[in-house]
Each structure stands twice: as structure tokens, then as C-alpha cells.
């Protein structure tokens, strides 16, 4: 099994920063794609942007320049730092891994959530 746990939503002002984390643990031989996701009230889940084993990213055009995703291959762990929030960046933002299990098996994994307001 695979544990992926979130941290660091919340709510910030226009224009403020925050840092998602999310640490993925248990049978895991390596983690090949990671990536970040959101889904915001009525609307259908987005990607914001994703990284490569080797470090590649993708990003949304809406976050280009603002947003910016890393991964600590050692830690198991993606970050998403977000910059210059606007309140349309409100949403769940969702972390995503693929997963190769010590069996050769792999897996898609989604985090909890965790729910980012940006609101003055």
C-alpha cells in the first residue's frame, strides 16, 4: 500500500505565498511521474502541473511564472510553491504519484486534499 499525506493549504491573502508538500510512503521501489492537481466548487479537477523522475516540468498556463513545482526524490516528497495567489487559485489542490511497487507493479496514487482559499 501507498500513503500520500498533504500539508500546507490554507487561506491567504491576493498576492500572498504558500508551499504545498506531499509525502508519499509504504511499498514504494520508485516514484516516476509526480504532480499536482485542483478542483474548484463546480468546476472539474485541473492539472496545475507535473514532474519527472528527472526533474522535467509542466505547468498550466493559468500558473506559468507564479507556481512553481519540485520534488526531493530522497524524501519521497513534491512540493508546489505558490506564488502571487490570485483568488481564482482557490480550490482542493489534489497530489498525484505513479508509483513502481518493489513487486514491479505499478500504481496511481491521489492525496487527500487539501483546500487552498485566497480571499482578502
Known amino acids: 500500500q501507498v500513503q500520500l499525506v498533504e500539508s500546507g493549504g490554507g487561506l491567504v491573502q491576493p498576492g500572498g505565498s504558500l508551499r504545498l508538500s506531499c509525502a508519499a510512503s509504504?511499498?514504494?521501489?520508485?516514484?516516476?511521474?509526480m504532480g499536482w492537481y485542483r478542483q474548484a466548487p463546480g468546476k472539474e479537477r485541473e492539472l496545475v502541473a507535473t514532474?519527472?523522475?528527472?526533474?522535467?516540468?509542466n505547468y498550466a498556463d493559468s500558473v506559468k511564472g507564479r507556481f512553481t513545482i519540485s520534488r526531493d526524490n530522497a524524501k519521497k516528497t513534491v512540493y508546489l510553491q505558490m506564488n502571487s495567489l490570485k483568488p481564482e487559485d482557490t480550490a482542493v489542490y489534489s497530489c498525484?504519484?505513479?508509483?513502481?511497487?518493489?513487486w514491479g507493479t505499478g500504481g496511481d496514487y491521489w492525496g487527500q486534499g487539501t483546500q487552498v482559499t485566497v480571499s482578502s
Open positions: 514532474i519527472t523522475m528527472s526533474g522535467s516540468t
Open positions: 509504504g511499498s514504494i521501489f520508485s516514484i516516476n511521474g
Open positions: 498525484n504519484v505513479m508509483v513502481i511497487t518493489p
